[in-house]
Each structure stands twice: as structure tokens, then as C-alpha cells.
């Protein structure tokens, strides 16, 4: 289904360079997070927003930052790409009960 | 922090056998969620477990929460080629301001036709 959609779909980027990925809901969820996918490590949470105006860090905030333009809208930066950011990332909305919502994910390459 | 660990990490059955992924934490968990990752794909939910000791059935997938709430267990009944896949378990993290999920690292499942 398309209820999470996540833009662009791969990325391939070069080390400096400053890249956004995007994300949007038709949920109506308030929660929305964003996750790294690396082989052999799980999900790893970068950062959550539980409304609009709340935007909490994650376990690996470093060198991403997230803006949350609008209910439905969540976008995470990487200001200046380095090689080790080279990873599948996944949007996810969650409702009340915390059951998470998946993108179909971001392949991103810096090179 | 909050960590989870999941065993095994890798899986290779032939179809028709059965399977057990396991989820342990040194605390006491609040609830347990498992998702499906299909190769290719994005993590699916599957179920979520509240209750010390509660079984849930999906078809051929039982999933258990231990009666201390600090292991969880999903089995799959006579694999098939369609259970390919890494099954993730989640758990809220504890309480600070807000919850927030942790994913362990997964267990993959390959079944050799």
C-alpha cells in the first residue's frame, strides 16, 4: 500500500554533499520516525517527532537532522554525506499503540 | 539502554521443517511486537504481545510472550518458500519522556525448496 511513501527511492551521493530524504503519510498518525537498515544490525532509530512541534533524538542522531513540515511530512538531512551513511532508510508512522508503519525505504550511496 | 537480542541470526531450513526465532531482554518488557522483512522489501507487522504468557496463532506463525515478560518466541509450522524473510523483534523502550521502539537485530530465514 502507499500509505508511507519515502522520496527519493535510491540515492547515490558524493562525501560533502548535503542530500534530504522525504517522507509522507496518508495515516493520520502523529508519530513519525526515521531508521537506518545496515546488514547484521537491525533498525537503528535516528530520529521520532510524536507531533509537529516535537522532535526527539534517537539512538544515532549524529550528523542527520529531521524537519517535520506538517502532520503528515517528516524529511531527514544529512548536511554534509560521508561514506559510513551509506545505508537503506526507512520512514515509519506509528499510532497510539506504537505499531509501526513502513516506507518502502531509501537506498543511499556516498561515495 | 534498552537492548534486545534475537536468536539465531541466520536460518537455513529445507521446506516442510518448522522454525523458532527467539527474543530475549535482561528487563521486563511492557509489550513485544515481530515484523516480517521480505527480501527486497520493508518491515511488515506481524503481531503485538501484552500479556505475561500470552500465545497468539496467524495460520502456521504461534508467537509467545514468556510468563516473566522478558522473552518472546515465534514459531512457523512446516515452512514454505513464501516465510523467507527477516522476523524482527520490537520492544518500547523504558519510559522517559517518551516511548520509543527498539528493533532487535533480527533473525533471517532462508528455506531451501
Known amino acids: 500500500d502507499a500509505d508511507v511513501t519515502q522520496t527519493p527511492r535510491n540515492r547515490i551521493t558524493k562525501t560533502g554533499k548535503r542530500i534530504m530524504l522525504e517522507c509522507s503519510q496518508t495515516?493520520?498518525?502523529?508519530?513519525m520516525y526515521w531508521y537506518r537498515q545496515d546488514p547484521g544490525l537491525g533498525l537503528r532509530l535516528i530520529y521520532y517527532?510524536?507531533?509537529?512541534?516535537?522532535?526527539n533524538k534517537g539512538e544515532i542522531s549524529d550528523g542527520y537532522s529531521v524537519s517535520r513540515q506538517a502532520q503528515a511530512k517528516f524529511s531527514l538531512s544529512l548536511e554534509s554525506a560521508i561514506p559510513n551513511q551509506t545505508a537503506l532508510y526507512f520512514c515509519?508512522?506509528?499510532?497510539?499503540?506504537?505499531?509501526?508503519?513502513f516506507g518502502p525505504g531509501t537506498r543511499l550511496t556516498v561515495t | 539502554g534498552q537492548q534486545v537480542m534475537q536468536i539465531p541470526q541466520y536460518q537455513h531450513v529445507q521446506e516442510g521443517e518448522d522454525f523458532t526465532t527467539y527474543c530475549n531482554s535482561s528487563?521486563?518488557?511492557?509489550?513485544i511486537q515481530w515484523y516480517k522483512q521480505r527480501p527486497g522489501g520493508h518491515p511488515v507487522f506481524l503481531i503485538q504481545?501484552?500479556?505475561?504468557?500470552e500465545v497468539k496463532k496467524q495460520k502456521r506463525l504461534t508467537f509467545q510472550f514468556g510468563e516473566a515478560k522478558k522473552n518472546s518466541s515465534l514459531h512457523i509450522t512446516a515452512t514454505q518458500t513464501t516465510d523467507v524473510g527477516t522476523y524482527f523483534c520490537?520492544?518500547?523502550?523504558?519510559?522517559?519522556?517518551?516511548?520509543?521502539?527498539?528493533f532487535g537485530p533480527g533473525t533471517s530465514l532462508s528455506v531451501i525448496p
Open positions: 515509519a508512522t506509528s499510532s497510539a499503540s506504537y505499531e509501526q508503519y
Open positions: 495515516k493520520g498518525h502523529d508519530r
Open positions: 517527532s510524536f507531533d509537529v512541534k516535537d522532535i
Open positions: 528487563t521486563t518488557l511492557s509489550n
Open positions: 504481545l501484552v500479556k505475561s504468557g
Open positions: 520490537a520492544v518500547l523502550a523504558p519510559k522517559t519522556s517518551y516511548d520509543k521502539v527498539i
